[in-house]
């Protein structure tokens, strides 16, 4: 069975990875698909090929996992690719309620079905927000998102990392 897991991916974090890994060992193959709009270019810190590059990086090591984006509505996506399994990842019981409604849309929608699977503890914290907010301050997200993305964050925010860097070294 083939499942599609859903996301912008601004960037992919261990959340996600976590997520994600743990759905490559429940499914015979999944799709990790960078959902885009048009209308909202601009709106994220990684162009989509960046972003497409970043996560062929970190699911390299993943066999049974494939890159792709799509940029409608996830129904259409899932009719065209032929899968019927949307994997979802919860943080906390307010992403639940989001989700809740979104699945149910989908099935009415589509007929696919949802499957929620539950971030590790340890990554009930983090989201691409956060790292993206603490990345722009130079800030150490080595811990929260796979490499890929971290090299990606310091690419991007390599003037805030050198700055944080000359200052921490003036402290000592």
């Known amino acids: ?12 974090t261990s959340g996600h990875m976590d997520v994600l890994t743990r759905a ?8 990790v698909t960078v959902m885009h709009n048009a209308r909202k270019q601009g709106r994220h810190l990684f162009d989509l ?6 996560l062929r990086g970190a699911t390299a090591h993943l066999s049974n996992v494939s890159v792709d984006s799509f940029g409608g509505l996830l129904v259409d996506y899932m009719a ?8 979802r990842g919860l943080r906390a019981v307010s992403d ?17 079905e949802t499957v929620f699977i539950m971030a590790a503890t340890r990554w009930s914290f983090v989201s691409s927000s956060m790292v ?10 080595s811990e929260m998102v796979p490499r890929a993305s971290a090299e990606a ?7 805030a990392y ?3 860097a000359a200052g921490q070294i003036e402290h000592h």
């Open 153 to 159: 964050l310091r690419r991007k925010f390599g003037e």
């Open 1 to 12: 069975m083939n499942a599609v897991f859903p996301g912008s991916f601004d960037p992919i």
């Open 49 to 54: 090929d960046e972003r497409l590059d970043v």
């Open 132 to 141: 993206r907010e603490i990345a722009s301050y130079g800030g150490d997200v």
């Open 80 to 87: 065209q690719q032929q899968k019927g399994i949307i994997i």
């Open 162 to 164: 050198a700055e944080r």
């Open 96 to 112: 639940y309620e989001y989700e809740l409604q979104i699945a149910h849309l989908n099935r009415q929608l589509g007929e696919v």
């Open 24 to 31: 490559s060992r429940i499914f015979d193959h999944v799709t």
